[in-house]
């Protein structure tokens, strides 16, 4: 098999080692941030919440970014087109299913069973 | 009709051919990736319903211990970025460093795999195992496909490193370690939900 | 778990798992006699070699949808035959008589009726059609992943021969087409079928995972030059939006039916009750798959009548970007109403008012895309062959089938007609109005280009005519009978609720259907013999708008001899006609330079990875553990030695692909 030429696919060219370094520095970073402040119980248990949500999706960013190259195809951009489509969908689903399953919980569990479950700290 | 008079092999596709072929592989991988994320999205979305539903049982406080999940995390975290670093050389097509890094990845993805093969052990010896509630059927299903998923990812690379070895860096084994690449890549991201969602969230008793 | 692996080498088999109804056994003789006919055929003309060597291992996607076709139509015969038993069991068990069938067959034969209509019929036509028409379309030799197309096929064949196998040994669901818990649970449902239907669904549900896949990257990568989204045939974008359903909704079953397999094995408790399981997240999850299904379904049908009524009203497509934008509203809105199906499962009323409206917004696109092909047919100049009929009747069975589900859309009012006939009606127009006349209408379109002749006319209007005749009669009844009150699914009920005689004019429906089918069998068959005079000598029989018309029939096995560039719609016209439209003057540099062509090598390996994924089904359902565990490492192994394979195309020189192209040609009369 003769030598291959350097490049066979143009998008190639773009890519650099400091984009893997700087996620992998950013990762984790906000791995280890979010960790401790569960571990320290370091705020109120709803701050917590949201800094650890908003910590993963910084993360996400950051990976799709820096190690799956979102974004730096040649035009057209489907890629990040078919990238957006599935985030709605998963947007969608998710919480569609959060809505409704949370609504149909509420309405369909019978009294007895949520004291029930109350009592059992489960609710 | 006559016999059709055909070169039966196609090695010798020209450049740009080759280019164009590579190039939509590359993007059929990634709308493959796609569906994946909207296969852990639903799992992500069957937990989120189920993880309160623990009949009596242990719930996510009890039962994860989130030291031993941030090693896994950094086990998994560290081959994502050596698998790049093995991209990097891909680029360069160093053959040996190719093999290097990605033996590293595999390493490091194999610690993953045994440590939590390890968490599922304990929690099956407890009697905590998926049978036990709706909560951790969800958990480790949701938990268990990623799982599966890296031990597809290591088959992969155990056969990519076998192939290059032998063959060298080819146009069909530099695209189909690209393909690898991004597979491993996308595994570390779904991981960073389920440490978020599951572990995290779990031990604040959400 | 152990117990569960009764017998290790042989699973839960046993000889009494055969039934012995005479019913049962009567679809028994005629599903193994047919192909064991086939094979005597094939052994005595010597075939088998041809068999193999020019379908079986084939990557060419118009042989493979060919194929999906013929599989789809056989399944067509089976469902119907199912849907026959419905009827004439619902017309004749009323008081005192019990009908034909036992309950619990009536529960396995509506179940087996919707699973291989939408599964394997509607799906299957749809690829096929897809597979026939859609690279040809794009001015493409082939579709993106030539392999993956094989592999698609023969995981779908796969699944159908498991859904059938469920006939001869075992039985299958009793559970409707989609398998609710808790009565698909191991609790209330230990035998095999509801795992016969989860895996030939799995099975068949990952091929189609791939063909959408496929197809996307068919579309947004394969187009010849010139051809800019906006200037293909709205066919392909019906097709782009289909697929990227399939794409997003499908996950969402194979994760749904792998959940209820897990809740059937290992013991989880997704949707059991108790155990803290939820029944109520697999409504949930199954329909947030389930709606998009049925967009999938029906896209490609109206991409179809896209093409039809343009080029039988001789006119282009009015409002080409609406029917775009229609394209990509109902493809955004379909993932957003899929609670309408459950409306009564018991959610608040600002859950169910949210879905409700969303399900009545959804029909604003259709109706643009209904108005726009009326609009096209406007001062078109109008030629009524056989694919316009099926298209006039999708029009009124569609508007009636979408109004009573408009109705339905308001919660207050699904609440009363929820699960009744009411919504099998409804449901029925649709995807027999809507879907099946629009693979009726496209067959007929197309088939001249693969088989080089055109259908006899009159048999088809023959055919036709019985279809909506038999169909109205069949349906309408059970509009009526569903504001009555009568629920679906019923296998017995008294005469008191007077539905009686309506059920019979049902039943009287479906015999006419039921002649409407024996025509379309007539058609073809008259069609085959009388085909001298039914030839199609130009390649371009119905005066065409777009690229398959401008090559000879049946279609050259690499399409085009010479790629074509194109630089408007409706490319074919635009050189037929320059002079119509002015605007689109081709500089014609068309001297015929014929390059090599290059071309996949058949292969056999789509056949023996989906081998072993039937494999593994069939292992699943009957609990034989060695032989899931072999099927397994069978797909796993033959994908690694499949991608060893280093050269997996053969190149055409381009001198043969000129002797090829100026004898085709000369054989068909066709200009170059």
Known sequence: MSKLPLTINHDENKLKLSSYITGFGLSILFTISAYLLVINHAASRTVLIGLVIVFAICQFISQSFLFLHLGQENKPRWRLTIFAFMLGVVIIIVFGSLWIMHNLKYRMTIPQEIRYMKSQDNL | MEPIIAIPSAKSLKRQEKEEKNNKMLFGFWVYIMTDCVLFASLFATYAVLHNNVYNGPGGAQIFKLPYVLGETLLLLTSSFSCGLATISLQNRSKRKVISYFILTFILGLGFIVMELNEFHNLVLAHESWRRSGFLSAYFTLVGTHGLHVIVGLIWMAVMITRVSISGLTNNIVRRLKMLAIFWHFLDVIWIFIFTIVYLLGALHL | ?672
């Open chain 3, 1 to 672: 778990m152990i117990s569960y692996f009764a017998n290790f080498w042989i699973g839960k088999l046993s000889i009494h798992q055969v039934p012995t109804n005479p019913i049962t056994v009567g679809g028994i003789i005629i599903m193994v006699g047919l192909p064991l006919l086939i094979a005597a055929f094939l052994t005595y003309k010597k075939k088998w070699r041809w068999l193999y060597r020019e379908w079986l291992t084939t990557m060419d996607a118009k042989k493979i949808g060919i194929m999906y076709i013929i599989v789809a139509f056989l399944m067509l015969l089976r469902g119907g035959s199912d849907a026959a038993l419905i009827r004439v069991q619902q017309a004749t068990s009323v008081g005192s008589s019990h009908g034909i069938i036992s309950s619990s067959t009536f529960q396995q034969v509506f179940s087996a009726h919707g699973t291989i209509m939408i599964f394997f019929v509607a799906m299957g036509f749809m690829f096929g059609i897809i597979n026939l028409i859609l690279p040809v379309m794009l001015g493409s030799r082939d579709v993106a992943f030539p392999f993956m197309n094989s592999v698609s096929f023969w995981l779908f064949f796969g699944g159908m021969i498991l859904v059938n196998l469920s006939l001869i040994i075992g039985q299958f669901s009793n559970a409707g087409w989609l398998a609710y818990p808790p009565l698909s649970e191991l609790r209330y449902n230990p035998g095999v079928g509801i795992d016969y239907w989860i895996w030939s669904l799995q099975i068949a549900g990952i091929g189609s995972l791939m063909s959408g896949i496929n197809f996307i990257v068919t579309i947004l990568k394969h187009r010849c030059q010139g051809m800019t989204l906006m200037r293909m045939p709205m066919f392909a974008w019906s097709v782009l939006g289909s697929m990227s359903l399939v794409v997003f909704a499908f996950p969402i079953l194979t994760v749904t039916l792998a959940l209820l397999a897990l809740d059937r094995t290992i013991g989880t408790h997704f949707f059991t009750a108790g155990g803290g399981g939820n029944m109520m997240m697999y409504v949930n999850l199954i329909w947030a798959w389930g709606h998009p299904e049925v967009y999938i379904l029906v896209l490609p049908a109206f991409g179809i009548f896209s093409e039809v009524v343009s080029t039988f009203s001789q006119k282009r497509l009015f409002g080409y970007t609406s029917m775009v934008l229609a394209i990509w509203a109902i493809v955004l809105l379909s993932f957003t109403v899929w609670l309408h199906h459950f409306f009564t499962m018991g959610a608040g009323s600002n859950v169910n008012a949210f879905f409700g409206i969303m399900t009545m917004i959804i029909a604003v696109p259709t109706g643009v895309k209904l108005f726009n092909w009326i609009f096209t047919m406007y001062q078109g100049r109008i030629r009524l062959k056989n694919p316009m009929y099926w298209f006039l009747g999708f029009v009124v069975i569609f508007t009636i089938g979408g109004m009573a589900g408009v109705l339905m859309a308001i919660p207050p009012v699904d609440f009363q007609l929820h699960n009744s006939l009411f919504l099998v009606a409804h449901f029925h127009m649709m995807i027999v109005g809507g879907v099946l006349f629009g693979f009726f209408s496209g067959l007929l379109y197309w088939l001249p280009k693969i088989l080089g002749f055109r259908l006899n006319e009159r048999l088809g209007r023959y055919a036709f005519w019985c279809w909506i005749v038999g169909f109205l009669m069949a349906f309408v009844p059970l509009y009526i009978l569903g504001m009555m009150g009568a629920t679906r699914r019923l296998d017995h009920y008294q005469t008191s609720t007077g539905w009686h005689p309506l059920f019979v004019v049902a039943g009287i429906g479906v015999i006419i259907i039921a002649a409407g089918v024996a025509f379309q069998i007539l058609q073809i068959i008259y069609s085959l013999i009388t085909r001298h005079k039914l030839k199609d000598t130009t390649g371009d029989p119905w005066n065409g708008r777009t690229l398959e018309w401008s090559i000879p029939s049946p279609m050259p096995f690499y399409n085009f001899a010479i790629l074509p560039t194109v630089n408007s719609r409706d490319p074919w016209w635009a050189k037929k006609y320059p002079k119509e439209e002015p605007g689109l003057q081709i500089t014609n540099k068309e001297q015929p330079i014929y390059q090599d062509i290059v071309l996949p090598k058949n292969s056999s390996m789509g056949m023996l990875i989906a081998g072993f994924a039937f494999l593994f089904g069939f292992g699943a359902v009957w609990h034989i553990i060695w032989l899931v565990i072999a099927g397994l490492i069978g797909v796993i192994v033959s994908i690694i030695i499949r991608s060893t394979k280093e050269d997996t195309d053969y190149i055409i020189p381009a001198k043969e692909v000129e002797r090829l192209d100026k004898q085709y040609r000369l054989e068909q009369g066709v200009q170059s």
